[in-house]
């Protein structure tokens, strides 16, 4: 157990410095200037060279690249050219914003998919089968900015029940914000709870024809405590790794969403900076997303351990 | 639902999304870039078949020309996506040891980066535009592809035939590509096709964000993002385009699931 | 006296592609308290299907017709809930593959005692119940091994916990459903000799269903054997091996080495019965008359005029063959 976590560890350290070498690289090495597509295609030398001096790309790589992870390690991120703050106070401000917009969109999706998927399974071809493979299909295939648009478009636009977007942030009590992020938290569980639907149906169907289901069910249990005490949980390990594969998806997502609530988040803050081509601002939070995604993986990877026991003892 | 039906309905649809992509550069009801402020956001059936937006144009015309951009897109960067990424899964699955184990390692670095996130970051280096667009989605595509390789390789080179070939003195490099690749192309096929769907979507994102193709170019992503404005006033103009993409990817994804039972039986029906 | 099990007239179908197929057919035959009966034949016989419907866990799409008494009660057509009260209670089961038929996620002894928790037992009662289930059992180091994962036990452990699991309930009548098939030989004989000790300690009638008739002839008093879904002959376990009235029988036996029906001891190698010339007919195509005429050294054309009728003998057997008089078998 110590020594498959070791590992993992070693293993999540070495992804990480990857990740940030190739963000470095991009942004640093492929054929073009940040100072240059900063200032545009009309700026004068002198004004490149010393905007160039500013963003320390006057420097050998390989010292801008330590100097830039080394400051990622302790917290410094550096001062944002546009917002005149330092890098790291924004992205913690945002996270106070998308952390629980993604909290609540997996919550939900959760919410939606497992009793469905499980239903759909444990009645196979019935009405609840074949309305989780028509809400699967449709959630997978519908774009979360435009189920977005949808819901603006019905329970604000016409209803006038809930705000069409913005944040006031979290001192306005919780449930207030709560009630702020609930739309854009649906329009991204939609999508995934189309996924996690499909994948938890597929993998308690497999579960049910376990023989450990029949030796269940021959000691004297009725269909629903089989059900729930021996195939729900062997079926959960396949869908928390897709729940973790998913979190990619659900990081790029939360940057559309959050720029059609216009809720001042880490994706939305990766936009503006994009295009205010303020770059040191887009370099970190790449960084600090693509990040959240591995260590996410990470935990899953944890959490299938715990699920299962035969990975543990891999000693 | 039942195999023919998926196949029938997910073929129909993307035989109806591939002949509007095909047919919009030459015809379309009206031209879908034409400025008409005078006709500006009339409803469906109004003006034109879905209405116009807020410059005039015709919102049906745009959809087809849109179609196109998309399929080119999505098609041009799932080629990529495919063509690396079966690459390097044969080269990790013959390879083995060290080799293997580097590249399953980078494709994990690869995998942390959402394609929206890794198209800001492209698009800062090298500005926004098709190739961007494209370079996006296929480096999110190179490790879906290359660990489907990977696994399903692995499989096929256990098998009796790879070894008497092997023993009969052949390369690595021609085994790979002479049994193992004529194996594996139906699951990479199915995998393409699913994956065109995703590639849809993800272009979608990318032009709602600016990211895209630049305007004037019609494109669905950024039909939706210009009726935020007019979400009110002229709701069509935010209905259509996402009725279009989810269509188009629903077809895609129901005929790659179809193709994926023809291409395995014994798997059990994805549904 | 009724007995503790009689089956009359049962047949269960199977809907395939080709419709409903009659998989089993005819079926009778009576069960005592405490008596040990053996089901052989080979596989695609329909000898588990028959078991998984004596204990109501026939898959969906297969049904069962005519009569199953268990004390006197109603088996067929049973609904769910009324049979989860009967099974592990008063009919347990164990099945062939010890590797998949625990729950990998679950602790042995929590797999042990979970009837007993679920109808009210607290944590520790639940505990100690296990515990001496695993004794019973015959599992060395119980103690140790109750938190185990199924994983970490071995082929013979795991049936061990598994009929551990069976007894939990006490059942008045245990089915085995090939429990040593996919055991060694050394094995094969361990869990034999223990669920005859079991039988006998614990008062309980047993099913054994196999393929293999030195399994039967271990452990059954009584023997059936089946062939393309029907009974072909019924008897005392000694004589229909010794001297068997049916020719499937007698091929089976054939097939086995000839020391097989007085030795208790079976220093043989393990066989398959596939030696017999042909294979079994689908059930799509039965023949019109016996359905062993097909493969059967001694068919005649009078053998396809009709299925033949099941006769009963006075010395407590019975046959299904035109062939078998009556003073063939020995008074």
């Known amino acids: 157990m110590v020594a498959a976590m070791v590992k993992r560890l070693a293993s999540l350290a070495a992804t990480l410095a990857a990740v940030s070498m190739v963000i470095f690289l991009v942004m640093n090495v492929l054929p073009g200037d940040p100072a240059a597509v900063a200032l545009g295609t009309s700026a004068q030398e002198d004004t490149l060279a010393a905007l160039r001096h500013e963003m320390g790309l006057d420097q050998p790589l390989p010292v801008r690249y330590v100097h830039w992870v080394g400051g990622a390690i302790t917290g410094d991120f550096g001062t944002s050219a546009t917002y005149g703050v330092p890098v790291r106070g924004l992205i913690a401000d945002r996270l106070a914003v998308t952390l629980p917009l993604a909290g609540m969109a997996i919550l939900l999706s959760m919410l939606l998919a497992l009793p469905l998927g499980i239903l759909a399974a444990s009645r196979q071809n019935g009405a609840a089968d074949w309305i989780a493979t028509i809400f699967s299909q449709l959630g997978v295939a519908t774009p979360n900015f435009w189920i977005g648009l949808l819901l603006i478009l019905v329970f604000s636009t016409a209803l006038g029940w809930m705000p069409s977007g913005g944040f006031s942030g979290w001192n306005d009590g919780m449930i207030n914000g709560i009630k702020q992020l609930f739309l854009p938290a649906v329009a991204l569980a939609l999508p995934q709870a189309g996924v996690l639907t499909r994948v938890t149906r597929a993998a308690v169907l497999d579960v049910l024809s376990e023989d450990f289901v029949r030796t269940a069910r021959a000691k004297g249990l009725n269909r629903r405590q089989a059900l729930f005490r021996h195939v729900v949980p062997n079926a959960l390990a396949p869908v928390v790794t897709i729940l973790g594969l998913q979190f990619s998806f659900l990081v790029a997502g939360a940057v559309l969403v959050e720029n059609v609530f216009t809720l001042p988040g880490l994706g939305r803050l990766a936009y503006q900076a994009f295009t205010q081509r303020d770059f040191l601002v887009v370099q970190n939070v790449v960084l600090f997303i693509a990040a959240l995604v591995v260590v996410v993986n990470f935990l899953v990877d944890l959490l299938y351990l715990f699920l299962d026991p035969r990975l543990r003892s891999s000693r | 639902m039942p195999r023919h039906g998926k196949l029938l309905l997910g073929g129909a649809i993307t035989a109806l999304f591939l002949l509007t992509a095909l047919i919009a550069p030459f015809w379309t009801p009206a031209a879908p870039t034409r400025i008409a402020i005078a006709e500006r956001l009339k409803p469906p059936l109004v003006a034109g078949l879905l209405g116009t937006d807020q410059l005039g144009r015709d919102v049906l015309s745009q959809l087809m020309a849109g179609a196109t951009n998309s399929l080119s897109i999505a098609i041009a960067s799932v080629l990529l996506g495919a063509a690396v990424g079966t690459a390097i899964g044969l080269l990790a699955a013959t390879r083995r040891g060290v080799v293997d184990e580097l590249l399953m390692r980078a494709m994990d670095v690869v995998f942390a980066f959402p394609p929206i996130v890794s198209a800001m970051m492209l698009a800062a280096a090298l500005g926004t535009g098709r190739m961007t667009a494209i370079a996006a989605i296929a480096t999110f595509m190179v490790p879906v592809f290359s660990r489907l390789t990977r696994s399903a390789a692995r499989r096929i080179l256990t098998h009796d035939y790879v070894l008497a070939a092997r023993a009969a003195g052949k390369g690595s490099r021609r085994i790979a590509l002479e049994h193992v690749l004529p194996n594996i192309a139906g699951d990479i096929v199915v995998q393409a096709t699913i994956q065109l769907g995703l590639a849809i979507l993800t272009e979608a994102g990318l032009s709602f964000l600016g990211l895209g193709l630049a305007p004037p170019a019609p494109s669905w992503g950024r039909m939706l993002a210009d009726s935020v404005t007019y979400i009110g006033a002229a709701p069509w103009l935010a209905i259509a385009p996402g009725v279009t993409i989810a269509f188009s990817v629903l077809g895609l994804n129901l005929l790659g699931d179809a193709l994926s039972d023809l291409v395995d039986p014994r798997r059990r029906q994805g549904r | ?331």
């Open chain 3, 1 to 331: 006296m009724t007995p503790l099990l009689s089956v009359r007239d049962l047949s269960i179908t199977v809907s395939t592609p080709e419709g409903e197929l009659p998989i089993v057919s005819d079926m009778t035959f009576d069960l005592a308290e405490g008596e040990t009966l053996g089901i052989v034949g080979e596989s695609g016989s329909g000898k588990s299907l028959l078991a998984l419907a004596l204990i109501g866990l026939l898959a969906p799409g297969a049904r069962a017709f005519g009569s199953i008494r268990f004390r006197g009660e109603e088996l067929v057509g049973l609904d769910d809930a009324a049979f989860c009260g009967l099974r592990g209670r008063k009919i347990a089961m164990i099945f062939q593959e010890p590797m998949t038929a625990l729950n990998p996620t679950m602790r042995i002894g929590d797999q042990i005692g979970e009837m007993l928790r679920l109808k009210g037992s607290g944590r520790r009662e639940a505990r100690e119940a296990a515990l001496s289930l695993l004794d019973r059992v015959r599992l060395a180091h119980a103690r140790q091994r109750i938190d185990a994962y199924p994983h970490e036990l071995s082929g013979g452990q795991r049936q061990r916990v598994l009929i551990a699991i069976a007894l939990a309930g006490g059942p008045d009548l245990l089915i085995a459903d090939e429990p040593t098939t996919a055991l060694d030989v050394t094995l094969e004989a361990e869990i034999l000799t223990l669920l005859s000790e079991l039988v006998r300690e614990e008062r309980m009638a047993l099913i054994m269903v196999s393929h293999d008739l030195g399994v039967i002839a271990r452990a059954t008093a009584r023997t059936m054997v089946m062939y393309a879904g029907a009974r072909l002959e019924e008897g005392p376990t000694a004589m229909v091996l010794g001297r068997p009235l049916n020719p499937y029988t007698e091929a089976l036996l054939a097939a086995s080495p000839a020391s097989l029906p007085e030795g208790k001891r079976l220093e043989r190698p393990r066989q398959r019965l596939a030696v017999i010339p042909g294979a079994v007919p689908a059930f799509s195509t039965l023949p019109p008359g016996c359905r062993f005429a097909g493969r059967c050294s001694r068919h005649q054309p009078d053998c396809d005029a009709g299925e033949p009728p099941w006769r009963d003998f006075p010395d407590g057997r019975g046959v299904r063959c035109i062939h078998t008089r009556a003073n063939e078998a020995p008074a």
